[in-house]
Structure formats: C-alpha cells, structure tokens
Nanobody, 123 residues
Framework: AVDLVESGGGGVETGGSLTLSCAVS?????????MGWFRQAPGKEREAVAS???????RYQDSAQGRFTITFDNLKNALYLEMKSLKPEDTATYYC????????????????WGSGTQVTVSS
C-alpha cells in the first residue's frame, strides 16, 4: 500500500511544543528523493514548511527556521517534525509528502500525500 500516515497533532498554547510523525509505508523503501512537511490553514494555499532530502540535507521555510526540526528515522521508516515555540499563526493542517525533486519545497513537486494532522495553537 502507498501510505503516508501523520500523527501527533493537537492543541497547544502559544510557546508550546509538538512533534508530528509520518509513518511511511515500506512501498517506498528508500525510493524517494525527498520528503517534506507542508501545512494548510483555512482559506490559504498549502505551503512547504520543511524538507528532508535522501542525502540528509534539510531546508526550512523562513518562519520555521530555528523553531522546527525535520528528521527521518531509517529504522522506523518515519518522518518527524519537532515544533517548538509555537505561535497561533502555525495553526493549520500539517501534511507529509514525498517529492520527486531533490528538495520537497513546493506542493507541485509532491507525488504522494498523507491525509494530514491538525495543529491548533491558542493565544
């Protein structure tokens, strides 16, 4: 099965932390150039948050730089997004994706999507 399953979302107060997880099915088994986290707030376009390349290189959206950390666990075959110092503007549905480019920084580069997990940050 081609599955990306996110978890770990929830409600936190401003300044709080959350770690999102994305379980990646064995179908992919390393056959991905890059993976990433995206988010979409109501009425807004889906935007890239963080990218993880197969080489281990990472890239972050400016607003995520310094607060979010993307990692991949080869043994668990899972992608993570550790989020700290959360702000109300981080409220969105977060999606993990597999991209065909070296970096997963555009929704147009995504070939596979998870169904999303909601993050709500209250002020």
């Amino acid at each position: 099965a081609v599955d990306l399953v996110e978890s770990g979302g929830g409600g936190v107060e401003t300044g709080g932390s959350l770690t999102l997880s994305c379980a990646v099915s064995r179908f992919f088994n390393g056959r991905w150039p890059s993976m990433g986290w995206f988010r979409q707030a109501p009425g807004k376009e889906r935007e890239a948050v963080a990218s993880y390349s197969k080489s281990g290189r990472t890239r972050y959206q400016d607003s995520a730089q310094g607060r979010f950390t993307i990692t991949f666990d080869n043994l668990k075959n899972a992608l993570y997004l550790e989020m700290k110092s959360l702000k109300p503007e981080d409220t969105a549905t977060y999606y993990c994706a597999i991209c065909g480019d070296d970096y997963c920084v555009s929704r147009y580069a995504a070939d596979y999507w998870g169904s999303g997990t909601q993050v709500t940050v209250s002020s």
